[in-house]
Protein backbone atom coordinates (compact mmCIF):
# COMPACT_ATOMS: atom_id res chain seq x y z
CA UNK A 1 0.00 0.00 0.00
CA UNK A 2 2.70 2.10 0.99
CA UNK A 3 4.55 1.75 -2.71
CA UNK A 4 1.40 2.07 -4.44
CA UNK A 5 0.57 5.83 -2.63
CA UNK A 6 4.10 7.05 -2.82
CA UNK A 7 4.07 5.92 -6.53
CA UNK A 8 0.64 8.37 -7.21
CA UNK A 9 2.24 10.79 -5.44
CA UNK A 10 5.62 11.07 -7.23
CA UNK A 11 3.54 10.81 -10.72
CA UNK A 12 1.36 14.13 -9.61
CA UNK A 13 4.35 15.69 -8.65
CA UNK A 14 7.04 14.49 -10.86
CA UNK A 15 9.77 16.95 -12.68
CA UNK A 16 7.64 16.57 -15.64
CA UNK A 17 4.78 18.59 -14.48
CA UNK A 18 6.65 21.03 -12.37
CA UNK A 19 9.87 23.25 -14.37
CA UNK A 20 12.94 23.15 -12.27
CA UNK A 21 13.63 25.92 -12.38
CA UNK A 22 10.58 27.33 -10.61
CA UNK A 23 10.56 25.34 -7.68
CA UNK A 24 10.68 26.70 -4.12
CA UNK A 25 12.59 24.38 -1.67
CA UNK A 26 11.95 24.06 1.92
CA UNK A 27 15.26 24.85 2.51
CA UNK A 28 15.18 28.09 0.55
CA UNK A 29 11.97 29.12 1.99
CA UNK A 30 12.89 29.22 5.11
CA UNK A 31 16.53 30.59 4.33
CA UNK A 32 14.62 33.61 2.24
CA UNK A 33 12.80 34.49 5.48
CA UNK A 34 15.58 34.59 7.66
CA UNK A 35 17.15 37.03 5.20
CA UNK A 36 14.50 39.28 4.20
CA UNK A 37 11.70 39.45 6.64
CA UNK A 38 11.39 42.69 8.15
CA UNK A 39 10.95 41.32 11.85
CA UNK A 40 14.24 39.87 12.03
CA UNK A 41 16.02 42.96 10.65
CA UNK A 42 14.11 44.61 13.28
CA UNK A 43 15.77 42.62 15.87
CA UNK A 44 18.80 42.90 14.67
CA UNK A 45 18.84 46.34 15.06
CA UNK A 46 17.47 46.11 18.90
CA UNK A 47 20.48 44.24 19.30
CA UNK A 48 23.25 46.26 18.39
CA UNK A 49 21.09 48.97 20.22
CA UNK A 50 21.53 46.72 23.07
CA UNK A 51 25.27 46.17 22.59
CA UNK A 52 25.71 50.00 22.69
CA UNK A 53 23.83 50.85 25.45
CA UNK A 54 26.11 47.91 27.40
CA UNK A 55 29.28 49.95 25.69
CA UNK A 56 27.68 53.25 27.29
CA UNK A 57 26.89 51.67 30.52
CA UNK A 58 30.50 50.89 30.45
CA UNK A 59 31.60 54.37 29.75
CA UNK A 60 29.79 55.82 32.72
CA UNK A 61 32.38 55.05 35.18
CA UNK A 62 34.90 57.17 33.37
CA UNK A 63 34.99 60.14 34.74
CA UNK A 64 33.35 63.75 33.83
CA UNK A 65 36.14 65.70 32.22
CA UNK A 66 34.66 69.23 31.36
CA UNK A 67 36.48 72.25 29.66
CA UNK A 68 35.20 75.63 29.17
CA UNK A 69 36.10 79.04 27.70
CA UNK A 70 35.04 82.19 27.62
CA UNK A 71 35.55 85.93 26.77
CA UNK A 72 32.71 88.69 27.78
CA UNK A 73 32.68 92.09 27.65
CA UNK A 74 30.36 94.50 30.55
CA UNK A 75 30.32 96.45 33.33
CA UNK A 76 32.22 95.11 36.84
CA UNK A 77 29.90 96.60 39.59
CA UNK A 78 29.46 94.80 42.55
CA UNK A 79 27.00 95.17 45.46
CA UNK A 80 27.11 93.79 49.18
CA UNK A 81 23.76 91.25 49.26
CA UNK A 82 22.53 88.03 49.29
CA UNK A 83 22.08 86.65 45.26
CA UNK A 84 20.93 82.83 44.09
CA UNK A 85 21.61 81.69 40.63
CA UNK A 86 17.95 80.37 40.24
CA UNK A 87 18.64 77.61 37.67
CA UNK A 88 21.55 78.98 36.29
CA UNK A 89 20.43 82.25 35.50
CA UNK A 90 22.26 84.74 37.30
CA UNK A 91 25.27 87.46 36.67
CA UNK A 92 28.63 86.52 38.14
CA UNK A 93 30.02 89.91 38.07
CA UNK A 94 32.91 90.65 40.96
CA UNK A 95 34.35 94.13 41.42
CA UNK A 96 34.23 96.81 44.21
CA UNK A 97 31.20 97.74 46.07
CA UNK A 98 31.31 101.55 45.15
CA UNK A 99 28.53 104.29 46.17
CA UNK A 100 27.01 104.89 42.49
CA UNK A 101 26.73 103.08 39.38
CA UNK A 102 28.71 103.15 36.55
CA UNK A 103 29.11 101.81 32.94
CA UNK A 104 32.82 101.45 33.06
CA UNK A 105 33.13 98.41 30.73
CA UNK A 106 36.04 96.27 29.54
CA UNK A 107 37.05 92.80 28.15
CA UNK A 108 37.07 89.60 30.47
CA UNK A 109 37.65 85.85 30.12
CA UNK A 110 37.74 82.52 32.33
CA UNK A 111 39.39 79.65 30.88
CA UNK A 112 38.44 76.36 33.02
CA UNK A 113 39.09 72.62 33.62
CA UNK A 114 37.04 70.52 35.50
CA UNK A 115 37.52 66.40 36.50
CA UNK A 116 34.70 64.77 38.40
CA UNK A 117 34.64 60.99 39.33
CA UNK A 118 32.23 59.31 41.30
CA UNK A 119 34.02 56.18 42.04
CA UNK A 120 32.27 54.70 44.75
CA UNK A 121 28.84 54.43 45.12
CA UNK A 122 28.14 51.19 46.70
CA UNK A 123 28.01 49.12 43.57
CA UNK A 124 25.59 51.20 41.26
CA UNK A 125 27.75 51.32 38.46
CA UNK A 126 28.46 47.69 38.27
CA UNK A 127 24.97 46.58 38.79
CA UNK A 128 24.37 48.73 36.21
CA UNK A 129 26.73 47.22 34.08
CA UNK A 130 25.46 43.94 34.94
CA UNK A 131 21.61 44.96 33.79
CA UNK A 132 23.07 46.10 30.79
CA UNK A 133 24.61 42.72 29.94
CA UNK A 134 21.39 40.95 30.67
CA UNK A 135 19.98 43.00 28.18
CA UNK A 136 21.97 42.35 25.59
CA UNK A 137 21.97 38.86 26.67
CA UNK A 138 17.84 39.06 26.47
CA UNK A 139 18.08 40.73 22.89
CA UNK A 140 20.27 37.48 21.90
CA UNK A 141 18.36 35.40 22.74
CA UNK A 142 15.39 37.33 21.83
CA UNK A 143 16.74 37.30 18.15
CA UNK A 144 17.30 33.72 18.27
CA UNK A 145 14.00 32.89 19.26
CA UNK A 146 12.10 35.38 16.51
CA UNK A 147 14.30 33.26 13.89
CA UNK A 148 13.28 29.67 15.39
CA UNK A 149 9.86 31.03 15.31
CA UNK A 150 10.02 32.50 12.20
CA UNK A 151 11.22 29.38 10.53
CA UNK A 152 8.14 26.83 11.91
CA UNK A 153 6.06 29.80 10.53
CA UNK A 154 7.47 29.44 7.48
CA UNK A 155 7.91 25.74 7.36
CA UNK A 156 4.28 25.75 8.78
CA UNK A 157 3.20 28.38 5.57
CA UNK A 158 4.96 25.50 2.95
CA UNK A 159 3.48 22.62 4.42
CA UNK A 160 -0.08 24.34 3.96
CA UNK A 161 0.27 25.80 0.38
CA UNK A 162 1.45 22.08 -0.59
CA UNK A 163 -1.30 20.87 1.10
CA UNK A 164 -3.42 23.61 -1.05
CA UNK A 165 -2.04 22.41 -4.11
CA UNK A 166 -2.34 18.41 -3.52
CA UNK A 167 -6.26 19.70 -2.44
CA UNK A 168 -6.28 22.02 -5.69
CA UNK A 169 -4.75 18.58 -8.35
CA UNK A 170 -7.63 16.44 -6.15
CA UNK A 171 -10.66 18.83 -6.77
CA UNK A 172 -9.39 18.76 -10.59
CA UNK A 173 -9.15 15.59 -11.13
CA UNK A 174 -13.12 15.17 -9.45
CA UNK A 175 -13.90 18.02 -11.77
CA UNK A 176 -13.24 15.69 -14.64
CA UNK A 177 -14.69 12.83 -13.41
CA UNK A 178 -17.85 14.56 -12.80
CA UNK A 179 -17.28 16.28 -16.36
CA UNK A 180 -17.55 12.80 -17.83
CA UNK A 181 -20.36 11.38 -16.35
CA UNK A 182 -22.09 14.48 -17.38
CA UNK A 183 -21.36 13.78 -20.90
CA UNK A 184 -21.33 9.97 -20.65
CA UNK A 185 -25.34 10.68 -19.10
CA UNK A 186 -25.90 13.83 -22.26
CA UNK A 187 -25.23 10.79 -24.59
CA UNK A 188 -27.17 8.33 -23.05
CA UNK A 189 -29.95 10.64 -22.29
CA UNK A 190 -30.16 12.06 -25.87
CA UNK A 191 -30.50 8.30 -26.98
CA UNK A 192 -33.56 7.83 -24.92
CA UNK A 193 -31.86 5.38 -22.20
CA UNK A 194 -31.27 7.66 -19.23
CA UNK A 195 -34.36 10.01 -18.07
CA UNK A 196 -33.67 13.68 -18.20
CA UNK A 197 -33.75 14.38 -14.51
CA UNK A 198 -29.86 12.18 -14.53
CA UNK A 199 -28.91 14.77 -17.15
CA UNK A 200 -29.55 17.29 -14.16
CA UNK A 201 -28.28 15.56 -11.34
CA UNK A 202 -24.85 14.94 -13.90
CA UNK A 203 -24.93 18.66 -14.72
CA UNK A 204 -25.44 19.73 -11.04
CA UNK A 205 -22.34 17.10 -9.93
CA UNK A 206 -20.19 19.76 -12.28
CA UNK A 207 -21.24 22.43 -10.96
CA UNK A 208 -20.34 21.53 -7.65
CA UNK A 209 -16.75 20.26 -8.38
CA UNK A 210 -16.39 22.94 -9.73
CA UNK A 211 -17.13 25.22 -7.11
CA UNK A 212 -14.93 22.69 -4.80
CA UNK A 213 -12.12 23.32 -7.24
CA UNK A 214 -12.44 27.22 -7.08
CA UNK A 215 -12.53 27.26 -3.75
CA UNK A 216 -9.18 25.34 -3.20
CA UNK A 217 -7.75 27.23 -5.98
CA UNK A 218 -8.92 30.47 -3.70
CA UNK A 219 -6.92 28.09 -0.49
CA UNK A 220 -4.19 27.70 -2.99
CA UNK A 221 -3.33 31.55 -3.35
CA UNK A 222 -4.05 32.52 0.27
CA UNK A 223 -1.44 30.52 1.73
CA UNK A 224 0.82 31.47 -1.61
CA UNK A 225 0.42 35.00 -0.32
CA UNK A 226 1.13 33.98 3.19
CA UNK A 227 4.10 32.20 2.01
CA UNK A 228 5.36 34.95 0.44
CA UNK A 229 5.07 37.26 3.30
CA UNK A 230 6.94 35.25 5.48
CA UNK A 231 9.90 35.27 2.97
CA UNK A 232 9.73 38.83 1.97
CA UNK A 233 9.96 37.58 -1.76
CA UNK A 234 7.20 37.71 -4.52
CA UNK A 235 4.48 33.95 -4.85
CA UNK A 236 6.56 31.28 -6.34
CA UNK A 237 3.87 28.89 -8.42
CA UNK A 238 5.51 25.50 -7.23
CA UNK A 239 6.87 24.08 -4.49
CA UNK A 240 9.02 21.07 -3.77
CA UNK A 241 6.95 18.04 -2.75
CA UNK A 242 9.51 15.13 -3.26
CA UNK A 243 10.38 14.82 0.33
CA UNK A 244 6.60 14.62 1.10
CA UNK A 245 6.47 11.19 -0.84
CA UNK A 246 8.50 9.24 2.61
CA UNK A 247 8.02 9.65 6.09
CA UNK A 248 10.56 10.99 7.85
CA UNK A 249 12.52 9.03 10.14
CA UNK A 250 11.05 9.40 13.87
CA UNK A 251 13.32 9.66 17.03
CA UNK A 252 11.09 8.49 19.77
CA UNK A 253 14.15 9.84 22.36
CA UNK A 254 12.71 13.50 21.25
CA UNK A 255 12.06 15.40 24.53
CA UNK A 256 11.57 19.43 25.54
CA UNK A 257 15.32 20.66 26.04
CA UNK A 258 14.36 23.61 28.89
CA UNK A 259 17.83 25.06 28.77
CA UNK A 260 18.15 24.96 24.74
CA UNK A 261 14.63 25.54 23.48
CA UNK A 262 15.08 29.30 22.18
CA UNK A 263 11.60 30.20 23.73
CA UNK A 264 12.72 29.57 27.19
CA UNK A 265 16.03 30.81 27.02
CA UNK A 266 14.27 34.15 25.63
CA UNK A 267 12.04 34.15 28.93
CA UNK A 268 14.36 33.17 31.13
CA UNK A 269 16.66 36.16 29.78
CA UNK A 270 14.15 38.63 31.22
CA UNK A 271 13.66 37.09 34.14
CA UNK A 272 17.72 37.63 34.77
CA UNK A 273 16.92 41.00 33.40
CA UNK A 274 14.34 41.89 36.00
CA UNK A 275 17.06 40.14 38.66
CA UNK A 276 19.80 42.79 37.65
CA UNK A 277 17.00 45.65 37.70
CA UNK A 278 15.66 44.55 41.26
CA UNK A 279 19.96 44.22 42.38
CA UNK A 280 20.00 47.91 41.06
CA UNK A 281 16.92 49.25 42.64
CA UNK A 282 18.13 48.13 46.09
CA UNK A 283 21.35 50.25 46.18
CA UNK A 284 19.80 53.50 44.76
CA UNK A 285 19.32 54.64 48.99
CA UNK A 286 23.56 54.78 49.38
CA UNK A 287 25.25 57.81 48.79
CA UNK A 288 28.26 58.34 46.39
CA UNK A 289 31.74 59.33 47.01
CA UNK A 290 33.17 61.67 44.43
CA UNK A 291 36.96 63.03 43.34
CA UNK A 292 36.81 66.44 41.84
CA UNK A 293 39.38 68.83 41.01
CA UNK A 294 39.11 72.41 38.96
CA UNK A 295 42.09 74.35 37.49
CA UNK A 296 40.65 77.73 36.08
CA UNK A 297 42.67 80.80 34.67
CA UNK A 298 41.15 84.30 34.13
CA UNK A 299 41.70 87.58 32.47
CA UNK A 300 40.43 91.12 32.87
CA UNK A 301 40.75 94.26 31.47
CA UNK A 302 40.19 95.99 34.95
CA UNK A 303 43.79 96.47 36.93
CA UNK A 304 44.50 95.83 40.36
CA UNK A 305 44.38 99.66 40.98
CA UNK A 306 40.45 99.93 39.83
CA UNK A 307 39.25 99.53 43.45
CA UNK A 308 40.85 103.29 44.37
CA UNK A 309 40.31 104.40 40.60
CA UNK A 310 37.67 103.78 38.86
CA UNK A 311 39.84 105.38 35.60
CA UNK A 312 42.31 102.25 35.64
CA UNK A 313 40.81 99.90 33.38
CA UNK A 314 41.10 99.17 29.40
CA UNK A 315 38.82 98.65 26.52
CA UNK A 316 41.38 96.81 24.98
CA UNK A 317 40.36 93.32 23.68
CA UNK A 318 43.65 91.52 24.23
CA UNK A 319 44.45 93.25 27.31
CA UNK A 320 41.12 91.56 28.51
CA UNK A 321 40.63 88.33 27.59
CA UNK A 322 44.62 87.23 28.28
CA UNK A 323 44.99 85.57 31.18
CA UNK A 324 46.48 86.79 34.33
CA UNK A 325 45.35 85.04 37.09
CA UNK A 326 45.16 81.13 37.67
CA UNK A 327 43.54 79.05 40.53
CA UNK A 328 43.17 75.03 41.49
CA UNK A 329 41.36 73.12 43.71
CA UNK A 330 41.58 69.47 44.65
CA UNK A 331 38.67 67.78 46.75
CA UNK A 332 36.85 64.78 47.82
CA UNK A 333 33.15 64.75 48.53
CA UNK A 334 29.93 62.86 49.20
CA UNK A 335 26.42 62.85 47.94
CA UNK A 336 23.93 61.34 50.37
CA UNK A 337 20.16 62.30 49.00
CA UNK A 338 18.09 60.64 52.21
CA UNK A 339 14.81 60.94 50.76
CA UNK A 340 16.40 58.38 47.87
CA UNK A 341 16.04 55.36 50.83
CA UNK A 342 12.36 56.42 50.78
CA UNK A 343 11.70 56.22 46.77
CA UNK A 344 14.23 53.33 46.53
CA UNK A 345 12.09 51.14 48.63
CA UNK A 346 9.20 51.58 46.36
CA UNK A 347 11.31 51.27 43.13
CA UNK A 348 12.61 47.93 44.75
CA UNK A 349 9.52 46.71 45.57
CA UNK A 350 8.37 47.54 41.73
CA UNK A 351 11.33 45.89 40.46
CA UNK A 352 10.71 42.29 42.93
CA UNK A 353 7.17 42.30 41.74
CA UNK A 354 8.13 42.53 37.88
CA UNK A 355 10.69 39.81 38.85
CA UNK A 356 8.02 37.77 40.08
CA UNK A 357 6.02 38.36 36.70
CA UNK A 358 8.51 37.34 34.50
CA UNK A 359 9.27 34.31 36.63
CA UNK A 360 5.16 33.56 35.91
CA UNK A 361 5.73 33.90 32.46
CA UNK A 362 8.42 31.49 32.29
CA UNK A 363 6.38 28.88 34.02
CA UNK A 364 3.47 29.27 31.62
CA UNK A 365 5.72 28.88 28.41
CA UNK A 366 7.23 26.15 30.02
CA UNK A 367 3.97 24.67 30.89
CA UNK A 368 2.27 24.76 27.19
CA UNK A 369 5.48 23.80 25.62
CA UNK A 370 5.84 20.54 27.74
CA UNK A 371 1.98 19.97 27.06
CA UNK A 372 2.78 20.81 23.13
CA UNK A 373 5.18 18.23 23.22
CA UNK A 374 3.30 15.49 24.84
CA UNK A 375 0.45 16.67 21.73
CA UNK A 376 3.33 16.27 19.04
CA UNK A 377 3.61 12.59 19.78
CA UNK A 378 -0.21 12.41 20.14
CA UNK A 379 -0.52 13.91 16.82
CA UNK A 380 2.35 11.90 14.82
CA UNK A 381 1.24 8.62 15.92
CA UNK A 382 -1.91 9.77 15.13
CA UNK A 383 -0.60 10.92 11.55
CA UNK A 384 1.20 7.84 10.89
CA UNK A 385 -2.20 5.75 11.38
CA UNK A 386 -3.60 7.95 8.85
CA UNK A 387 -0.87 7.45 6.50
CA UNK A 388 -1.32 3.09 6.82
CA UNK A 389 -5.44 3.81 6.25
CA UNK A 390 -5.10 6.16 3.23
CA UNK A 391 -4.00 3.65 0.25
CA UNK A 392 -6.67 1.54 1.75
CA UNK A 393 -9.46 3.80 1.81
CA UNK A 394 -8.12 5.15 -2.01
CA UNK A 395 -7.91 1.91 -3.43
CA UNK A 396 -11.26 0.66 -1.93
CA UNK A 397 -12.96 4.16 -2.98
CA UNK A 398 -11.29 3.76 -6.40
CA UNK A 399 -12.83 0.15 -7.51
CA UNK A 400 -16.33 1.11 -6.10
CA UNK A 401 -16.58 4.29 -8.58
CA UNK A 402 -14.85 1.90 -11.39
CA UNK A 403 -17.51 -0.54 -10.89
CA UNK A 404 -20.22 1.73 -9.99
CA UNK A 405 -19.32 3.68 -13.39
CA UNK A 406 -19.49 0.21 -15.31
CA UNK A 407 -22.44 -0.53 -14.07
CA UNK A 408 -24.12 2.71 -14.76
CA UNK A 409 -22.85 2.77 -18.34
CA UNK A 410 -24.23 -0.74 -18.71
CA UNK A 411 -27.84 0.48 -16.82
CA UNK A 412 -27.17 -1.45 -13.64
CA UNK A 413 -26.61 1.50 -11.57
CA UNK A 414 -28.25 4.92 -11.29
CA UNK A 415 -26.81 8.04 -10.91
CA UNK A 416 -27.14 8.79 -7.25
CA UNK A 417 -24.99 5.36 -7.02
CA UNK A 418 -22.64 6.68 -9.19
CA UNK A 419 -22.90 10.55 -7.43
CA UNK A 420 -21.82 8.83 -4.07
CA UNK A 421 -19.06 6.65 -5.83
CA UNK A 422 -17.58 9.68 -6.58
CA UNK A 423 -18.07 11.88 -3.63
CA UNK A 424 -16.61 8.85 -1.78
CA UNK A 425 -13.30 8.69 -4.46
CA UNK A 426 -13.24 12.47 -4.18
CA UNK A 427 -12.51 12.41 -0.26
CA UNK A 428 -10.51 9.58 -0.18
CA UNK A 429 -8.41 11.22 -2.76
CA UNK A 430 -8.12 14.50 -0.29
CA UNK A 431 -7.22 11.96 2.61
CA UNK A 432 -4.47 10.49 0.71
CA UNK A 433 -3.04 13.33 -0.78
CA UNK A 434 -2.58 15.21 2.64
CA UNK A 435 -1.30 11.49 4.75
CA UNK A 436 2.12 12.46 4.02
CA UNK A 437 2.05 16.36 4.80
CA UNK A 438 0.33 15.53 7.89
CA UNK A 439 2.96 13.54 9.62
CA UNK A 440 5.59 16.14 8.41
CA UNK A 441 2.89 19.00 9.90
CA UNK A 442 3.27 16.60 13.09
CA UNK A 443 7.00 16.25 12.70
CA UNK A 444 7.24 20.15 12.48
CA UNK A 445 4.90 20.83 15.65
CA UNK A 446 7.33 17.82 17.97
CA UNK A 447 9.98 20.41 16.49
CA UNK A 448 8.84 23.65 17.66
CA UNK A 449 7.80 21.96 20.90
CA UNK A 450 11.16 20.69 21.54
CA UNK A 451 12.85 23.79 20.39
CA UNK A 452 14.93 22.28 17.93
CA UNK A 453 14.10 23.15 14.34
CA UNK A 454 16.94 20.63 12.76
CA UNK A 455 15.38 17.57 13.80
CA UNK A 456 12.89 18.75 11.38
CA UNK A 457 15.03 20.22 8.46
CA UNK A 458 17.61 17.43 8.64
CA UNK A 459 14.31 14.85 7.45
CA UNK A 460 15.10 16.47 3.82
Known amino acids: MKLYFATIAVLCFSSACVPAQSVLTLKAALGNGLENYETIKARNNYLKAAEKNLALSRREYVPNLTVSAQQDYGTVNGQNGPLYGFNGLGVASSGLPLPNQNWNAGFGALYLANINWEFFNFG ?3 ERIKTAKSAYRTEE ?3 EQEKFQHQIKAAAAYLNLLTAQYLAKSQRRNLERATTIKNITAARAKNGLLAGVDTSIA ?3 VSSAKIAYLKALNLEQEQNARLAVLMGLPPEPWMDSSFVTKIPTLSPDAALNEKNHPLLKYYQGRV ?3 QAEWRLSRRFGYPSFLLFGVIQT ?7 GYTQDQSLYTKGYAEGVKPTRGNFLLGIGMNWNLTGIYRGDAQAGAAHFKLQAAQNEY ?3 RRQLTAESLLSDQRLKNAMETYNEAPMQMKAAAEAYIQKSALFKNGLASMVDVTQALYALNRAEADRDVAYINVWQALLLKAAAIGDI ?3 TNEF
Open 124 to 126: RTA
Open 141 to 143: DHL
Open 203 to 205: NSE
Open 272 to 274: NVS
Open 298 to 304: RGSGFTA
Open 363 to 365: DLV
Open 454 to 456: TWF
